[in-house]
């Protein structure tokens, strides 16, 4: 039910997303839905939940393979901060997980969604800063290139790159190695997408 949850709220964000969108999504009742889980905005919180998990779990995975190599974590050398950004770059290819992040920041209107994302941003910085003995300015940048990833995941630039340079070069700059696990993911939201419209 929460994946069929997470392709359903990817697609049309938490306001444009109903409980019968995800019902159909997961091939069941709109009432089951809402006897799962209450409401649309407690479903929703925990997709937001479960996409956070995953990405505090991806950083939290690759700090201890670092941390168990000789040298280890070293804030100051740029292929720590390459890998620590890999490890998320890889999580590009479940592009649902990202826009559900994204969908859960843009959506702090909404008190009890609000409250989770602001909490969700602090455990983060809290992460990349306790992990990595980062100043607050290095996790201030990697956080930003992170979320400059979301954006162009949420306007579908990898799929258009190449339909402007200036778009084309921010994405090859910004996505690196896995520009093609973007394009993949990406566009497998637009085909679900277009035959849940269809």
Known sequence: MLAA?????ARGGYAGTSTDAVAKEAGVSQPYVVRM??????LFREVFARALTSIVAAFDEELDRIAAEPGGIDPQS???WSRLGASYGELISDGDLLLVMMHGFSAGGTP?????????MSEIYTQIRTRTGCTPE??????AKGMLLNVLLAMQ????????PALAEL?????????????????AIMNAAAAARG
Do not use: V
């Not at 009890?112 to 969700?120: L, T, V």
């Not at 630039?157 to 402007?164: G, N």
């Open 5 to 9: 949850a997470s392709r359903a709220f």
């Open 112 to 120: 009890e969604i609000g409250a989770q994302a602001r909490a969700a």
């Open 78 to 80: 740029e292929d720590f």
């Open 157 to 164: 630039a990898p799929e258009h790159f190449d339909e402007d």
């Open 37 to 42: 889980f209450g409401s649309k905005a407690e």
């Open 171 to 187: 994405s090859e700059c910004a996505f690196g190695q896995t520009l093609d696990a973007a394009i993949s993911g990406s566009a």
């Open 138 to 143: 290095e996790a201030r940048e990697f956080i």
